[in-house]
């Protein structure tokens, strides 16, 4: 019998929830300001790592605000900011259709649980669930094989197996470069496939580079791999990525980015000691050509990949 459980953060009991952190959350809260709120809980997560008193606030607001939506909300949290990998481990996914939602327990404990309509039902042995619309209350036996449990409340989390896994790799970064086709990357979407593929990695002092994929199209995605590669090696080379970075520590994530399509995603860990491995302080984003070079400092947002002043590191096969 599988457990459904396995990206689950596991609460203890919670009861000293962290001061600083949930200061300026409760007043954000107060204000309606529910998106900033997140930020906030999101950045302590990434830069701090997984704790108890961050988990105990994103799911206090992903599930205190799941349905504010209305004109009096200052703020709501937008969709995808819910499905931010960051928050996979306290969210609960339906093994038929992927959905996934947040619940109140355990972070609400105290509060009674809503059992007459609830979003979703779970196996109380195993932790397979369901959401409502692929439930069938008439039959509340655990599909999973092997399991004797009953679907039932409460739903506790689950992570999000289907959805977006969370990253299993953990070591320090020291690169990322993104390529793209048809749409330049900008900040937002870099932090956002940054999060995707390189969740739980310590990404201090890194640099996250865009740039155009030239590779032809038509030579599948394996010429496009092998492109990107030729640039980490070329980066390393250059003395930007530290030695065996390309064959030892960099792992290729294609992701589709919605609205903006395919981005490969090529991801350079540091190696374990040496300089890299001490990296500190703000990511540096040097998201389009002219701002490749060591004077681009920090610069991010823009979307100059138009220019003509691109280099072209390949020449096309016509
Ligand atoms: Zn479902
Ligand atoms: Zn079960």
Excluded at 5 to 13: C, L, V
Excluded at 18 to 38: I, K, N, P, Q, S
Excluded at 275 to 287: F, K
Aim: hydrophobic share 35%.
């Amino acid at each position: 019998m599988a457990r459904h459980d396995a990206e689950a953060f596991h609460a203890t009991e919670h009861d000293q929830p962290a001061t600083e952190l949930g200061d300026a959350v409760r007043r954000l809260h107060e204000e309606g300001r529910y998106a900033t709120a997140l930020d906030l809980v999101l950045r302590q997560l990434r830069d701090v790592g997984p704790s108890e008193d961050a988990f105990f606030w994103a799911t206090t607001l992903l599930f205190t605000t799941q349905h504010a939506t209305g004109p009096d909300v200052a703020e709501p949290v937008p969709r995808e900011r819910r499905s931010n990998p960051y928050f996979a481990p306290v969210a609960t996914e339906c093994a038929a259709c992927a959905r996934f939602w947040f619940s109140s327990h355990p972070a609400l404990a105290n509060v009674r649980l809503n059992v007459a309509n609830p979003i979703g039902v779970q196996c109380q042995s195993c932790r397979y669930s369901l959401c409502r619309a692929c439930y069938d209350p008439a039959d509340a036996r655990c599909p999973e094989p092997g399991c004797r449990g009953t679907l039932g409340v409460p739903v506790l989390p689950t992570g999000r197996p289907q959805g977006s896994p969370a990253n299993p790799f953990t070591e320090k970064l020291e690169h990322v470069l993104i390529l793209w086709r048809n749409t330049p990357v900008d900040r937002e979407e870099a932090e956002f496939l940054v999060d995707l593929a390189c969740t739980w990695q310590d990404r201090a002092g890194i640099v996250v580079r865009s740039q155009v994929n030239q590779a032809d199209e038509r030579d599948g995605e394996t010429s496009e791999r092998r492109m990107g590669l030729v640039l980490v090696g070329l980066y390393e080379r250059l003395g930007q990525i530290s030695e065996g970075g390309l064959l030892e520590r960099t792992r290729v994530v294609p992701i589709m980015s919605p609205g903006h399509g395919r981005r490969l995603v090529l991801v350079t860990a540091a190696p374990e000691t040496g300089p890299a491995s001490q990296l500190s302080g703000p990511v540096r984003y040097l998201l389009s050509d002219d701002e490749d070079s060591e004077n681009g400092d920090g610069i991010g947002g823009s979307a100059g990949a138009g220019s003509g002043r691109r280099r072209r590191w390949f020449r096309r096969r016509r």
